[in-house]
């Protein structure tokens, strides 16, 4: 084929047909995910939502393959619904493939845009791949979309987060601010987490340790210190007790949700 027999057959391949018009206008018309699940019949939909509730079970008993392999079933059945995938990415966090997990992650936005877990996710695989640029940023988006007043912990869990990404991208004055934010009336762990990490940042380490069993005193309940604890531990300063203090490490907690 000469030259200009290449150059038609390119021309032709760029010509819009009744039939690519046709395909064009049906994807454009493409039902969304949540119409096309409540199509399924009802029997379907309550033997995949009790589907979801095993495998949210199993994520949370830390059976991650057994929780990929309920995923992967359910899928054949509907593999748009957001929550499924949600847990999906959250288990490539827990086996810590942070590219699929943020490639799953970003498709259950493209579903649900404004969904504050799945942002919370994402951002928090930028953390933990220590893309601290990317963190902070995706962090700080993700504060309006979470209500201080309805969601005091999970907000201050972000700020804290936020406030760990601005002392690696060297913005020091900032994360000292963040951590002056508030005082140890605040309802919440970050008073003593914030100014912990400070006091590590500095060198203080006994006063670290100190405002950390503080921490423990006031917050008797260990899950309610667990996120934060484990983000001290991703982070690097503290040691985790899998011995996984290491950003290669594979045994270090997550703190996906």
């Not at 010509?15 to 029997?43: D, G, H, R, Y």
């Not at 919370?120 to 700080?140: H, Q």
């Not at 508030?182 to 405002?211: G, Q, T, V, W």
Request: glycine share 4%; proline share 4%.
């Amino acid at each position: 084929m000469n030259l200009k027999s290449i150059s038609t057959a390119l021309l032709i391949g760029l010509v819009a047909t009744p039939a690519m018009a046709q395909l064009k206008e049906a994807a454009n018309q493409e039902i969304s995910p949540a119409a096309a699940f409540s199509n399924l019949p009802l029997e379907v939909r309550e033997d995949y939502g009790q589907r979801l509730i095993e495998i949210q079970n199993l994520f949370n008993d830390k059976r991650i393959f057994d929780a990929i392999e309920k995923i992967g079933e359910a899928e054949k059945i509907f593999d748009r619904h957001p929550l499924l995938l949600n847990i999906k990415g959250a288990c490539y966090v827990e086996i810590r493939n942070f590219d699929k997990a943020e490639e799953i992650f970003s498709d259950v936005l493209a579903i649900d845009p404004n969904n504050a877990n799945v942002k919370f996710n994402l951002a928090e695989v930028s953390f933990v791949k220590k893309d601290w640029d990317n963190a902070e940023k995706r962090f700080t988006d993700l504060l309006q979309f979470v209500s201080e007043e309805n969601n005091l912990q999970m907000y201050r869990l972000i700020q804290f987060k936020i406030m760990l990404s601005q002392l690696k991208n060297g913005n020091e004055d900032k994360a000292r601010a963040v951590a002056d934010k508030y005082d140890f009336m605040d309802d919440s762990p970050f008073i003593y987490y914030a100014k912990a990490a400070i006091s590590y940042h500095d060198d203080e380490k006994l006063e670290a340790e100190k405002l950390l069993r503080n921490a423990r005193f006031v917050w008797t309940n260990p899950s309610q210190l667990a996120a934060w604890q484990d983000t001290l531990i991703e982070f690097g300063y503290v040691k985790s007790f899998y011995g996984g203090d290491d950003e290669n490490d594979p045994t270090a907690p997550r703190t996906a949700e």
